[in-house]
T-cell receptor
Framework: DGGITQSPKYLFRKEGQNVTLSCEQN?????MYWYRQDPGQGLRLIYY???????QKGDIAEGYSVSREKKESFPLTVTSAQKNPTAFYLC?????????????FGNGTRLTVT | GNSVTQMEGPVTLSEEAFLTINCTYT??????LFWYVQYPGEGLQLLLK?????DKGSNKGFEATYRKETTSFHLEKGSVQVSDSAVYFCALSDTAGGYQKVTFGTGTKLQVIP
């Protein structure tokens, strides 16, 4: 079955360390997205990518970085510059950049930084 | 900019009760509208969508109608089950500058008790 795989499900890091969250899709979707979810705040867009080797900042990109070297993969690095990194991170994809295309989500990675 | 407003939760209902979760939006242009559902510890799943005014989306007994005159997309179900307990997100999506832009509401938690 096609889908989006995020790993690991839980991640623990010490403050000051960079950490990379994995996102792989086998849906052959062009567009991929990273969202951050905090209680009571809905989903906020971190970065998005419409094609390989191209990505754009979302609403809360500070302290994060991404790469898109392959169509299937869109890893997110949470750097030490991110002031409040503890959150639930969701990766998503869509078949096209058109507005009527629904998003397909992975099951998320819960990051805890202490 | 675009925005989505959902009723605050949690909403607690008895099994077989009627469900309404209100959603209103502001947007320029003609967005598509979506309802997503999130079960504990998981990512979001598409529940239903509508792409133009007066369209009705439906799935698994849930329905929502795209009302342009009232800028609303309220979610309804005639008889809820315990298994419907989850968080429900209203979202709007349009294309801006060739990129898909999705705006989410803050989510409404539904608890169904036997």
């Amino acid at each position: 079955d096609g889908g989006i795989t995020q790993s690991p499900k839980y991640l623990f890091r010490k403050e000051g360390q960079n950490v990379t969250l994995s996102c792989e899709q086998n849906l052959n979707h062009d567009a991929m997205y990273w969202y951050r979810q905090d209680p009571g705040q809905g989903l906020r867009l971190i970065y998005y990518s419409q094609i390989v080797n191209d990505f754009q900042k979302g609403d809360i990109a500070e302290g994060y970085s991404v790469s898109r070297e392959k169509k299937e993969s869109f890893p997110l690095t949470v750097t030490s510059a991110q002031k409040n990194p503890t959150a639930f991170y969701l990766c998503a994809s869509s078949i096209s950049p058109r507005g009527e295309s629904p998003l397909h989500f992975g099951n998320g990675t819960r990051l805890t930084v202490t | 900019g675009n925005s989505v407003t959902q009723m605050e939760g949690p909403v607690t209902l008895s099994e077989e009760a009627f469900l309404t979760i209100n959603c209103t939006y502001t947007a320029t242009g003609y967005p598509s509208l979506f309802w997503y559902v999130q079960y504990p510890g998981e990512g979001l799943q598409l529940l239903l969508k509508a792409t133009k005014a007066d369209d009705k989306g439906s799935n698994k007994g849930f329905e929502a109608t795209y009302r342009k005159e009232t800028t609303s997309f309220h979610l309804e179900k005639g008889s809820v089950q315990v298994s419907d307990s989850a968080v429900y997100f209203c979202a709007l999506s349009d294309t801006a500058g060739g990129y898909q832009k999705v705006t989410f509401g803050t989510g409404t938690k539904l608890q169904v008790i036997p």
